[in-house]
């Protein structure tokens, strides 16, 4: 894990100093892009941290005559390295469409004390960092 310092100040907020580990920056090892709705569709990455991956993909047709668009999310144990979206899930999106495939996960730091300029501290502080990979696809037909 590596350590991250971020430094912040603004008009009402004082100089502040936090430190977050991070893990190793998420791989997707076995990217594609062209898929079969048809066939489930296995995601594998390597890398991260403890938190969850969130896994979404994206796709759009538009012609004459019809534009359609399908999205969805999932959500992952990043210490199983592989997450499958089932056939009933990759039905949302339009066959033949075209669009992007994106692996995230977010490191939160909650309630840290930041200074407010006039006194005091802002309760209620979250600072993240988000690491992802993505990839463009193609739904076949």
Known sequence: ????AAHG???DIGSF?????????????????????????RIEWAGGGTEPIRITLSAGLQGPEERRF???VCTAKAQ???????????????PGGSGGIILYQRTTKNRFEVPV???GSADGSEF??????????QLLP
């Open 117 to 119: 300029v006039r006194g």
């Open 80 to 94: 199983d390295g592989t997450f499958t979206i089932p056939v009933s899930a990759l039905a949302t999106l339009p």
């Open 17 to 41: 100093r936090l430190a977050m580990d991070l893990a190793e920056p998420i791989r997707w090892t076995n990217r594609q892009e062209s898929i079969d709705p048809r066939v489930p569709l």
């Open 128 to 137: 993240q960092l988000v690491d992802q990979t993505s990839g463009p696809i």
């Open 9 to 11: 100040r603004g008009a």
């Open 1 to 4: 894990m590596k350590n991250h």
């Open 70 to 72: 399908g999205s969805l």
